[in-house]
Nanobody, 123 residues
Framework: VQLQASGGGLVQPGGSLRLSCAAS????????MGWFRQAPGKEREFVAA????????YYAASVRGRFTVSRDNGKNTVYLQMSSLKPEDTAVYYC?????????????????WGKGTQVTVSS
């Protein structure tokens, strides 16, 4: 499956942003989907994941309560709604797909990566 993330940009601290990731070339409903991010000079880290069915979600502690991951299988799209953004949320955000049904964001289980979209939180 091919993934294309979009929706990044510049936002002030405390603001909101919604990222989208459109999938093509595969059966979207058979993939668990997730979001990762990588800040300058840091390793890529898990942000959120959503199971392929029943919508079970998982979050990194640093974003729990502020970010919401969701998916629309009819549109082959996964979303990341980000609220109460902080400067430390600044990073390139990547979407990912895994065929593991109960995937919780383990990188070694990722089958496809999308290109990143830049999110900058700054006043």
């Amino acid at each position: 499956v091919q993934l294309q993330a979009s929706g990044g940009g510049l936002v002030q601290p405390g603001g909101s942003l919604r990222l989208s990731c459109a999938a093509s070339g595969g059966t979207f409903g058979t993939y668990a989907m997730g979001w990762f991010r990588q800040a300058p000079g840091k390793e890529r880290e898990f942000v959120a994941a959503i199971r392929r069915s029943f919508g079970g979600t998982y979050y990194a502690a640093s974003v729990r309560g502020r970010f919401t991951v969701s998916r629309d299988n009819g549109k082959n799209t996964v979303y990341l709604q980000m609220s109460s953004l902080k400067p430390e949320d600044t990073a390139v955000y990547y979407c990912a797909a895994s065929r593991r049904s109960a995937w919780r964001g383990v990188m070694s289980d990722i089958n496809s990566w999308g290109k990143g979209t830049q999110v900058t939180v700054s006043s």
